[in-house]
């Protein structure tokens, strides 16, 4: 044999034999892709569709490692059956989450530095995080092909980007429109539905409101959290079987505090309509609902059913304002509390209705606000023009695409079909952020109008760049354009690692791109797996869905494996905030990697797994295990030459070890073409 025990220490050391083998598997080529390797070229590759992680390192904990290890199990095993694997790393390194994690480490905002300052910064950040995180990955024994990296704001990444934002609009899937949409006033950015989360449960006293009828007749009331939001009132309504008021269909209701003026004087209240609304419910408080602009989705829908007036009384910083209306009504309730935060005009209002006798009542509810999921901040609602892609309409579609999936865990499956069956909005990709993707728009200036380039001048940066002559050749002579300041979603590129790792912007273009890597990959598209955690199924994964049946009206990989979090030992998700966190480094560095993968491995997929150390360190004792029966194996076999036949006959025992081994094997085999690697273990 080309070993012998005595070439093996006595003792196992991880801290000298990880790093060595880590270096020497990479230097050996094996897990580099080989397109025109044998394998490939029968067809057997198996392409893995990595997430790309926020770039912002200082919040990995053990979690990660469990997920990524978990993946990368069942990707050592399709190499091991032969398969020309392709396993790429990304870095998503563009949006909110890589802003939010700047103005927190250096105190500043676009509101106080330049746009290339705080891009300058941005980059930096993202830059040293990833190769915190490629350290990492190496060191936990990641088998990535290291040569595919890409960063989600590289050219590369930006130009795919850009032509899809270009090839949805001529698909008529994107359209620019003024409408309400979901606001962080915190961030000063649009967010889309899944850029929202309920916030923590809080009382939100329900406020008791008298509204008097414009005819005299019996006052109304309704119930809201939101009393400075009266002013805004366009409309009550009801159930069209609401028995007070069916033999009343022009009814209407004077606003309270809508008669105050600026200067003192009191003049005349504003009327509004009562609607009849089949989705009002009868029975849930007053059976009157208060319909203003805008509190929240249900005042959208019925402002746009039934073509409401528009009264917008809330900026884009979160402050009350005051409205820019033709008359002064409701005036005097936002100068007094003009400029302040919603808390204080919420107090100032309450005040004043209950000072004006329009306040019935107080009562406790304790409940959740919708929040930004970035920065906990409520979400208020604007009206801005905003890039939307279509997606309501797709609804049926993208969940028979849901059903063509091979889930792993089969459950999993559920989660996205709850998603794509409650979404109520269509995805809003403009941001009003500095660092992500540009969008490739110039606006005419006398028209307003938007101008796209043609897909060979991408990518391009319309805040930097002069416009192409593809978009000049669009404008009559003398007449300028203006750029787009926006940037867009995060997710519009996330949702494109598939076609990034298959060069799908190049597929038709010979153009070199500054040395990145362009060559295209059609055959790992659709690729063959997607590996991520639950939590993102309704954003990287739905949109990653959306993305290619509007693209190219196909699946993006064959099948799903859907990993669980990694938990405190009290069964909490870990966090830095919490104060829980595990740092994966000084675990791999106490125990050795494989002894975290050994923890990470006793996870059944899908599965939230706690972190016990007692469970890192029985992975510690199993490798010392392993490596003193190797040990001993070797002084027993002495001169066994592998690969001859043994001249005795087997004993009753050798046939039965045999068998075992054969049947192990092939459980072990089916387990792992599951990706059930737990119970491979097992």
């Known amino acids: 044999m080309s070993a012998n025990h005595e070439e093996l220490p006595k003792k196992y050391d991880f801290q000298s034999v990880e790093p060595r083998w880590t270096t020497a598997w990479e230097d050996s080529g094996v897990y580099r892709y080989d397109p025109s390797s044998e394998a490939a070229r029968a067809g057997k590759t198996f392409s893995i569709d990595t997430p790309p992680p926020y770039v912002s390192a200082a919040h990995l904990h053990v979690g990660h490692a469990m997920s990524y290890s978990q993946a990368e199990f069942v990707i050592r095993y399709k190499r091991m059956r032969g398969y020309e694997v392709f396993y790429p790393m990304g870095f998503d390194d ?4 890589t802003e939010r994690y700047v103005e927190k480490k250096y105190k500043v905002h676009k509101g106080n530095s330049s746009r290339k300052e705080f891009i300058d910064l941005c980059l930096q950040e993202t830059q040293s ?20 990296t890409y960063s989600t704001i590289a050219p590369r990444a930006v130009e795919h980007a850009q032509k899809s934002f270009v090839d949805l609009v001529k698909k008529s899937r994107i359209e620019r429109r003024a409408d309400p949409i979901l606001w962080d006033p915190r961030m000063q950015t649009a967010l889309a539905q899944t850029d929202v989360e309920p916030g923590p449960e809080v009382n939100r006293p329900l406020h008791q409101l008298r509204f008097d009828r414009a005819d ?10 939101r009393p400075e939001l009266v002013t805004a009132c366009v409309a009550l309504a009801c159930h069209p079987d609401d028995s007070r008021f069916a033999s009343s269909p022009s009814l209407r209701f004077l606003v309270p505090l809508t008669d105050l003026r600026a200067d003192g004087s009191v003049g005349e209240r504003r009327s509004v309509p009562l609607i009849f609304d089949e989705a009002v419910d009868p029975e849930f408080g007053t059976g009157l609902m208060m319909v203003c602009t805008f509190g929240d989705q249900e005042d959208i829908i019925k402002w746009r059913t039934h073509g409401l007036e528009t009264r917008l009384v809330i900026g884009a910083d979160g402050r009350m304002k005051t409205p820019d209306l033709p008359s002064l009504d409701g005036q005097r309730v936002h100068v007094l509390a003009k400029g302040s935060k919603l808390p204080e005009a919420r107090l100032a ?4 209705l209950e000072e004006h006798g329009y306040l019935v009542g107080v009562s406790d509810n304790i409940s959740r606000a919708s929040v930004s999921e970035r920065s906990g901040t409520p979400v208020e609602i604007q009206v801005v023009p905003q890039w939307f892609v279509k997606l309501i309409d797709l609804k049926d579609e993208l969940i028979e695409r849901g059903r063509q999936l091979r889930w792993h865990p089969a459950f999993m499956r559920d989660r996205y079909e709850h998603w794509v069956d409650g979404l109520k909005w269509d995805w809003n990709i403009s941001r009003q952020r500095f660092y992500g993707v540009p969008f490739p728009v110039w606006y005419r200036e006398d028209t307003g109008e938007a101008v796209l380039p043609s897909e060979a001048d991408l990518p391009l940066d319309p805040m930097v760049d002069e416009p192409p002559a593809s978009v000049r050749s669009q404008v009559p002579q003398g007449v300028a354009l203006i750029a787009e300041e926006d940037v867009m979603d995060t997710w519009m590129t996330s949702s494109l690692t598939p076609l990034i790792n298959a060069n799908w912007a190049f597929w038709d273009k010979d153009a070199p791109h500054d040395g990145q890597d362009v060559q295209p990959r059609p055959e790992i598209y659709p690729m063959g797996v997607r590996v991520q955690a639950f939590e993102i199924i309704r954003t990287w994964l739905f949109y990653t869905v959306a993305k290619s049946h509007m693209h190219n009206n196909l699946l993006p990989w064959r099948d799903v494996m859907i990993s669980g979090w990694g938990l405190d030992k009290k069964g909490k998700k870990m966090s830095k905030r919490l104060g829980n966190f595990v740092d994966p480094k000084g675990v791999v560095e106490k125990y050795s990697a494989d002894s975290l993968r050994y923890w990470a491995a006793g996870a059944t997929l899908g599965q939230d797994l706690r972190y016990l150390e007692d469970d890192v360190r029985g992975g510690k004792r199993l490798l010392t295990k392993l490596w003193n029966s190797t040990r001993f194996a070797l002084i027993s076999i002495g001169d066994y030459e592998p690969n001859t036949m043994a001249t005795s006959t087997p004993t009753a025992a050798d046939r039965w070890i045999r068998a075992r081994i054969r049947q192990t094997a092939i459980e072990a085999t089916a387990h792992f073409e599951g990706y059930e690697y737990s119970k491979a273990l097992r």
């Open 129 to 148: 995080g990833a190769e915190v995180y490629k350290e990492l990955w190496r060191r936990l024994g990641l088998s990535v092909d290291w040569r595919m």
């Open 94 to 97: 563009n949006g909110l989450p």
């Open 349 to 352: 209002a309450r005040e004043l």
């Open 216 to 225: 005299d007749g019996e006052a109304g009331l309704i119930d809201t959290t």
